[in-house]
């Protein structure tokens, strides 16, 4: 680039987490958001910004200390201007065949969560006594006793199930509003504590293989 020339403004926002082909290299566009002029745009999108080594693992961090000497190199007069957060976890992704989900351990997992639930509720229901609490409802309001409230149990378990259709707004694909559901609240959440602990993570490998660096340096120079 000419230094008369004059120099672009570069304003990049790095993505939170993103998906990479495992053996393809991480170009700016996979981690990146620019705003920039139109002739610089598709360069800097189709930068190299690193090539995963399998050493390196299947998560891989990258902040704006690894992108912004890679734009420097290509545009030295750059004027750089990052915007939010200044790291992306970049996930390597194995072949699609890989990933391909297990019929058999979907419908394990699904018995073991149907009958740990029904389980859950059950003793639940013993610990309380529900079935005399039953009892002494189905007493008061028809004023006779009855052993086996059948009707009353069956309203009550279509109660629990509708109640939670409600709590989880969630019915097979449909949701009743746009509203997040506990569930995906909580999946949001351990998502980011992992995102969290692997950011940590990498810069203490980073902090150490720096400092590994410097003391080899100074045996080095002895």
Same mark, same amino acid.
């Given at each position: 680039m000419n230094p008369d020339s004059p120099a672009p403004a570069v304003y990049i926002q790095l993505k939170n987490r993103v998906? =990479? @082909?495992? #053996?393809?290299? =991480?170009?700016l566009r996979d981690v990146a958001y620019l705003i920039t002029d139109p002739q610089w745009r598709e360069p800097l999108y189709s930068l $190299? =910004? &690193?090539? @995963?080594?399998?050493s390196d693992g299947n $998560?891989?961090?990258?902040d704006l200390l690894t992108v912004i000497p %890679?734009?420097? #190199? &290509?545009?030295?007069?750059?004027?750089?201007? @990052?915007i939010g957060e200044g790291r992306t976890i970049v996930q390597i992704e194995g072949p699609a065949t890989a990933n391909k989900p297990s019929v058999a351990l979907f419908v394990l997992v699904w018995l073991l969560l149907f009958f740990g639930s029904a389980l859950t509720i059950m003793n639940f229901h013993a610990d309380v006594s529900m079935?005399?609490?039953?009892? %002494?409802? +189905?007493?008061?309001?028809?004023g006779r006793r009855d052993e086996h409230?059948?009707?009353f149990q069956v309203a009550y378990s279509l109660g629990i199930g509708f109640g939670m =259709?409600? *709590? *989880?707004?969630?019915? *097979? !694909? !449909?949701?009743w509003n746009e509203e997040p559901t506990p569930l995906e609240v909580e999946m949001f959440l351990y998502q980011k504590n992992i995102d969290q602990y692997v950011i940590n993570e990498e810069y203490r490998k980073m902090k150490r293989r720096r400092s590994d660096d410097t003391s080899g340096s100074r045996e080095?120079? +002895?």
């Open positions: 998906t =990479v @082909p495992k #053996g393809k290299g =991480v170009l $190299l =910004v &690193l090539e @995963p080594q399998e $998560l891989i961090l990258i %890679r734009i420097q #190199g &290509l545009y030295p007069y750059a004027d750089i201007q @990052p079935l005399e609490v039953q009892i %002494r409802i +189905v007493e008061m309001l028809t409230p059948y009707l =259709v409600i *709590f *989880f707004n969630h019915l *097979f !694909k !449909k949701k080095g120079g +002895v």
